[in-house]
């Protein structure tokens, strides 16, 4: 166990919808990061946020956003979905120096319709 | 900009031989390196990371990995291979440099260990 929590597991919803991931980081730790993981595109990074700071952007679309909130737990939006849109969303956290290592959440899978 | 790449989707080995799987990097800093397994239906786990020092890093579950600055690349090795050591398996770069917290993966090998 990672000691970091994602809810929930699985989601199924439909194009043009909006959805709420949520993670609770490892106990202790003050960075968040969302990773988006499809079989086309690997393992992509979105943003990263400490202790409630955004601190990296990466290839994060318009229609997604996160927040970290004061007690460190993190949700991300995903809005007006597309099929493409399709994947296993995952949340790691660290102590947030570049040599620190992720401690990953076990993922949510979101499936548009 | 930083970059990952690993050029093999797929390594096939048998049960007991010597495993290799390929990580070459690109940073513009000291490069922090790192390899993650991932199994099926679970997320990524941590099992070794080159911060500075010794280029031969020891990590879990016997895996060991080659610092070659030279060549910028960071392989991830086995002695003997076991089936359960079936698996994803990603590479992993960030840097020192200044505003660098990014963790860049490459796309993932698939171990396939054959009894």
């Known amino acids: 166990d990672s000691g970091v929590t994602q809810t929930p597991k699985h989601l199924i919803t439909a194009t043009g919808q909006r959805v709420t991931l949520r993670c609770s980081p490892r106990?202790?730790?003050?960075?968040v990061y969302w990773y988006q993981q499809s079989l086309d595109q690997g393992l992509q990074f979105l943003i990263q946020?400490?202790?409630?700071?955004?601190?990296a952007k990466g290839n994060i679309l318009e229609r997604f956003s996160a927040q970290q909130f004061p007690d460190l737990h993190s949700e991300l939006n995903l809005s007006s979905l597309e099929l493409g849109d399709s994947a296993l969303y995952f949340c790691?956290?660290?102590?947030?120096?570049?040599?620190?290592?992720?401690?990953f959440g076990s993922g949510t899978q979101l499936s548009v319709l | 900009a930083q970059s990952v790449a690993q050029p093999e989707d797929q390594v096939n080995v048998a049960e007991g031989n010597p495993l290799t799987v390929k990580c070459t990097y690109s940073?513009?800093?000291?490069?922090?390196l790192f390899w993650y397994v991932q199994y099926p239906n679970r997320g990524l786990q941590f099992l070794l990371k080159?911060?500075?020092?010794?280029?031969l890093v020891k990590g879990s579950y016997g895996f060991e990995a080659e610092f070659n600055k030279s060549q910028t690349s960071f392989h991830l090795k086995k002695p003997s291979a076991l089936v359960s050591d079936s698996a994803l398996y990603f590479c992993?770069?960030?840097?020192?440099?200044?505003?660098?917290?990014?963790?860049?993966f490459g796309k993932g090998t698939k171990l396939s260990v054959i009894p």
């Open positions: 946020y400490y202790n409630g700071e955004e601190r």
């Open positions: 992993a770069v960030s840097y020192s440099g200044a505003g660098s917290y990014q963790l860049t």
């Open positions: 106990s202790g730790d003050l960075s």
């Open positions: 790691a956290s660290s102590g947030g120096r570049p040599e620190s290592k992720l401690f």
């Open positions: 080159y911060i500075t020092g010794d280029n």
């Open positions: 940073v513009s800093g000291n490069p922090y």
